[in-house]
C-alpha cells in the first residue's frame, strides 16, 4: 500500500479493521469522531458491524458481548465519556476480557474544552473502574506509532485477557502524517477457548463473570489476576531514550508533549546544555526500572515532568527513581500546549541559568 497522509483518529480505525476487528461500537464525541465515521464508512466493506448506540454506556456494554464471544472488539470516545464507560470497563477486566478502547483526550474535569490535555493519565493508569485491576495503557506520539500500538494493544489484550487503552489526545487525532501500513505486525489471534460461543457439546461449557458470592473465590480469582499483571510488568514495559547518555537533566514526557519536549532538547543542545527525554509508551506498565537506572547515573542532577495537566505523573516518576534526584514539574492544562521555548526556559531554570 505504502505511505499514505491520514489522521490520527482515521490511521487507528483502519489499523483495528486491519488487526481483525470486525465489531466496533461507539457514541458521538469530539474530538474523536473520526474513528466513529471510518468505521461507519469501512467496516461493513469487510463484513463487519459499526454500531453507535444509545449511549457510552450501552456502547461499552456492547463491546462486553461481543468480546466475550471471542472476537476483536473495539470502541473510542473522549475524556467525559470514557468516565461513563468505566463501570463497563471494570466489568471487562472482571470477566478477564481483551477488548480495546481508544481515548482521545480533552480538557476537563467535566465538559471542560474539546482541546488536547493529558488530564487522564490518573484516570487510565490508576482509577479505570472499581476494584482491583490494571488496564494495559498506551501512548503514541506519531500517527505511524498510533498503528503499531493498535495492533500491540490487540495482541497483548488477548494474550493476557486484560483490556487495553490507547490514550492518545485532541492534537495526535487531529493531525494528520504519512502513516505506512506494511509497518504493521499482523498476528494470529490468541487462543480463544474460554470464550463463551457455541460448543456443541465438545467441551465445557464457557460461563463469563465476574460475580463472585464467596468472598473466598472473588480473593483467589483477583490474586491470580495479578499473578498475570506481574507477568505483564516484567514483560511488556516499552519506553525511548533520547540524549540521555550524559544528560544532567532528562524530561520525562509522554505523548504529543513528547515531541515538544524533544524539541526542547534539541534547542539546548545546541546551546551546549546537557539534557535528554525519557518517554513512557506503556504508561502501564510503567518503564520504572529504566527510570531508577537513570537516577542512579552520577551525571543525572534533575527529573523534569511535562504533561498536558497539573503534574499527574509526578509521583509515578518521585516512586520510580526512589527520590534520589529532584523531580520538578512543568506544564499546561485546559488545552493550552507549552512551545519549545518554554519548557527550554524552565530547563535553564532549573540548571541555574546555564546555557
Known amino acids: 500500500m505504502g505511505k499514505v497522509l491520514m489522521k490520527g483518529n482515521e490511521a487507528v480505525a483502519e489499523a483495528g479493521i486491519r488487526c481483525g476487528c470486525r465489531h466496533y461500537f461507539g457514541y458521538p464525541i469530539t474530538p474523536q469522531n ?3 465515521a471510518y468505521m461507519a464508512k469501512n467496516m461493513p466493506k469487510v463484513g463487519g458491524l459499526c454500531l453507535q448506540a ?3 454506556i450501552a ?16 470502541t473510542s470516545s473522549s475524556s467525559p465519556g470514557i468516565s461513563l464507560k468505566s463501570e463497563g470497563l471494570s466489568y471487562i477486566a472482571g470477566c478477564d ?12 474535569p467535566g465538559l471542560g474544552g474539546i482541546q488536547a490535555a493529558q ?5 487510565a493508569t490508576k482509577a479505570m473502574g472499581h476494584g482491583d485491576l490494571r488496564l494495559l495503557v498506551y501512548s503514541p506520539s506519531t500517527i505511524q506509532e498510533i498503528v503499531t500500538l493498535t495492533s500491540k494493544s490487540f495482541d497483548t489484550s ?3 485477557r486484560v483490556p487495553a487503552m490507547i490514550l492518545t489526545d485532541g492534537v495526535i487525532g487531529q493531525m494528520m502524517e504519512a502513516v505506512d501500513f506494511d509497518e504493521m505486525v499482523i498476528s494470529t489471534p490468541a487462543d480463544k477457548s474460554w470464550a463463551s460461543c457455541g460448543h456443541g457439546d465438545q467441551r465445557k461449557k ?5 460475580l463472585y458470592i464467596e468472598p473466598e473465590k472473588l480473593e483467589a480469582v483477583v490474586v491470580a489476576r495479578f499473578k498475570r499483571y506481574a507477568e505483564i510488568e516484567k514483560n511488556e514495559v516499552m519506553f525511548e531514550e533520547y540524549m540521555t547518555d550524559d544528560a544532567e537533566l532528562i524530561i520525562v514526557s509522554y505523548g504529543i508533549t513528547a515531541r515538544i519536549c524533544k524539541s526542547a532538547v534539541n534547542l539546548a543542545r545546541k546551546q551546549n546544555v546537557k539534557v535528554g527525554l525519557f518517554r513512557p ?5 510503567y518503564p520504572s526500572d529504566a527510570l531508577l537506572n537513570l537516577a542512579k547515573k552520577d551525571i543525572t542532577k534533575h527529573f523534569l515532568v511535562s504533561e498536558l495537566n497539573m503534574g499527574q505523573m509526578v509521583d509515578d516518576v518521585k516512586v520510580s527513581t526512589h527520590c534520589l534526584k529532584p523531580v520538578s514539574f512543568y506544564g499546561r492544562t485546559g488545552g493550552m500546549l507549552p512551545a519549545p521555548e518554554e519548557i527550554l526556559a524552565e530547563i535553564k531554570k532549573i540548571l541555574g541559568g546555564k546555557a
Request: with cysteine; net charge negative; proline share 4%.
Open 206 to 210: 464457557n460461563i463469563i463473570n465476574s
Open 119 to 123: 488530564s487522564d493519565y490518573y484516570q
Open 158 to 160: 488477548e494474550k493476557y
Open 281 to 285: 509508551i506503556s504508561l502501564w506498565p
Open 54 to 56: 444509545e449511549s457510552e
Open 97 to 108: 476480557l481483551p477488548c480495546l478502547v481508544v481515548n482521545v483526550q480533552r480538557g476537563g
Open 59 to 74: 456502547a461499552i456494554n456492547m463491546v462486553l458481548g461481543a468480546a466475550a464471544s471471542g472476537v476483536r472488539a473495539m
Open 34 to 36: 473520526e474513528i466513529s
